[in-house]
């Protein structure tokens, strides 16, 4: 019903920048957000944007990453400056149904900061 493909992710060195974009299939969304998991660790959310449509991040990003949103197709992105070691993750974009409340994922992209 909604398909989720993340694109942008790579190698990067510390304090360097990446903007990760999502192609979004489907409608009735009700909330949007990205989430990461590092390497022998579980799903961190990075940043989202509620029903409500307000934005939260979590406190290791904020002030470093912008989430973004283009309403004409849903599309979903995260800008992700200074970016540090620590961020290094599988990042995944995630979706919610309004018709079911159905969690959807994308396959995610890999993330790495490194010198």
């Known amino acids: 019903q909604i398909q989720l493909a993340e694109s942008g992710g790579g190698l990067v060195q510390p304090g360097g920048s990446l903007r990760l974009s999502c192609a979004v299939v489907?409608?009735?969304?009700?909330?949007q957000a990205w989430w990461r998991q590092a390497p022998g660790k579980g799903t961190e959310l990075v940043a989202e944007?509620?029903?409500?449509?307000?934005?939260n991040y979590a406190d290791s990003v904020r002030g470093r990453f912008t989430i973004s949103r283009d309403n004409a197709n849903n599309n979903l992105y995260l800008q992700m400056n200074s970016l540090k070691p620590e961020d290094t993750a599988v990042y995944y974009c995630y979706a919610q149904s309004w018709e079911n409340g159905a969690d959807f994922w994308g396959k995610g992209t890999l993330v790495t900061v490194s010198s």
């Open positions: 489907g409608r009735n969304i009700a909330g």
């Open positions: 944007f509620t029903r409500g449509n307000k934005i």
